[in-house]
Nanobody, 120 residues
Framework: QVQLVESGGGLVQPGGSLRLSCAAS????????MGWYRQAPGKQREMVAD???????NYADSVKGRFTISRDYAKNMAYLQMNSLKPEDTAVYYC??????????????WGQGTQVTVSS
């Protein structure tokens, strides 16, 4: 019914940049909040950044000043611009969306995850 597809992950050197994209498709009436989460091996999944339908954003303390979340409301897409990357940022990054479907269901959808590796 609803699918989130991520792209943009890969290998980057410390201090480098990477831009993740998330495309939401399907029978979507409205997307409320979109966000990015990450999970490193042996650790719990944590919120990295999210953005509401009104454009309000919040970030994990560990990425403030380095990451920027944005949305293209017309295309149902979200982005995560990651600058000044550190090895500690290495994780699988997941896109998340809280939305209302055309059937008027309220659902929370997840992407498949994309690997980000920061290493020299």
């Amino acid at each position: 019914q609803v699918q989130l597809v991520e792209s943009g992950g890969g290998l980057v050197q410390p201090g480098g940049s990477l831009r993740l994209s998330c495309a939401a498709s399907g029978r979507i009436l409205r997307i409320n909040t979109m966000g990015w989460y990450r999970q490193a091996p042996g650790k719990q999944r944590e919120m990295v950044a999210d953005i509401t339908s009104g454009g309000n954003t919040n970030y994990a303390d560990s990425v403030k000043g380095r990451f920027t979340i944005s949305r293209d409301y017309a295309k149902n897409m979200a982005y995560l611009q990651m600058n000044s990357l550190k090895p500690e940022d290495t994780a699988v990054y997941y896109c998340n969306a809280d939305l209302r479907t055309m059937s008027l269901d309220r659902i929370n959808s997840w992407g498949q995850g994309t690997q980000v590796t920061v290493s020299s």
